[in-house]
């Protein structure tokens, strides 16, 4: 099967600047989700998509992040605006459902705020 | 204060080696996810433990769920080059459904 698509791979933006990135899950996968892993430190939880509505985004900076699945498929997560401690990699995952089924994750977009 | 502890946080060994690498919590977890990550790549699934007490075997690699469900291990016999990475505990606790990760633990495997 073919695992899940991120891109950009990488991105250097100047900080007060806008970022998007897209995510296009494995097919038939309902769950989504978008991690930030900052260079040293373990994935850290976006938001959490459940087909196009949004289990869990209590850990997203909601002033200058957001995201969105309209059709229950791929994903965007947009930064606007960036600021330097937001340079981090940013991983998208989905998973056939939420709870204890295993994440499959991209390669992730690399983010360098200057 | 991080809800998953993992030790130690670097380890670097020869070829040949035998390791263990820590996951430690004082929640319980309805079940645990190591991940093996490496560079320039997402996190790549190892095992799930659901059951207090399991032990899991994969080749080489040995996983242990507490009997509390509040820790784990991952024991690693006759390390090879190709271990090398950042291995992540990621557990979902009992009372959410959050999938929280740890911080890992980078391991070197030297030739």
């Known amino acids: 099967e073919a695992g899940v698509a991120q891109s950009p791979r990488y991105k250097i933006i100047e900080k007060r600047q806008s970022v998007a990135f897209w995510c296009n899950p494995i097919?038939?996968?309902?769950?989504l989700y978008w991690y930030q892993q900052i260079l040293g430190q373990g994935p850290k939880l976006l938001i959490q998509?459940?087909?196009?509505?949004?289990?869990?985004d209590s850990q997203l900076p909601k002033d200058r992040f957001s995201a969105e699945r309209l059709k229950g498929v791929d994903s965007t997560l947009k930064i606007q605006p960036a600021k330097l401690e937001d340079s981090a990699v940013y991983l998208c995952?989905?998973?056939?459902?939420?709870?204890?089924?295993?994440?499959?994750f991209g390669n992730g977009t690399r983010l360098t705020v200057t | 204060t991080q809800l998953l502890e993992q030790s130690p946080q670097f380890l670097s060994i020869q070829e040949g080696e035998n390791l263990t690498v820590y996951c430690n919590s004082s929640?319980?977890?309805?079940?645990l996810q190591w991940y093996r990550q490496e560079p320039g790549e997402g996190p790549v699934l190892l095992v799930t433990?659901?059951?207090?007490?399991e032990v899991k075997k994969l080749k080489r690699l040995t996983f242990q769920f507490g009997d509390a469900r509040k820790d784990s291990s991952l024991h690693i016999t006759a390390a090879q080059t190709g271990d090398t990475g950042l291995y992540l505990c990621?557990?979902?606790?009992?009372?959410?459904?959050?999938?929280?990760f740890g911080e890992g633990t980078q391991l070197t495997v030297n030739p």
């Open positions: 995952a989905s998973s056939l459902h939420s709870r204890n089924s295993p994440l499959h």
């Open positions: 097919s038939g996968h309902a769950t």
């Open positions: 998509f459940q087909n196009n509505g949004v289990v869990d």
């Open positions: 929640s319980v977890f309805s079940s």
């Open positions: 433990v659901v059951t207090g007490g």
């Open positions: 990621a557990g979902v606790e009992t009372s959410g459904s959050r999938l929280t």
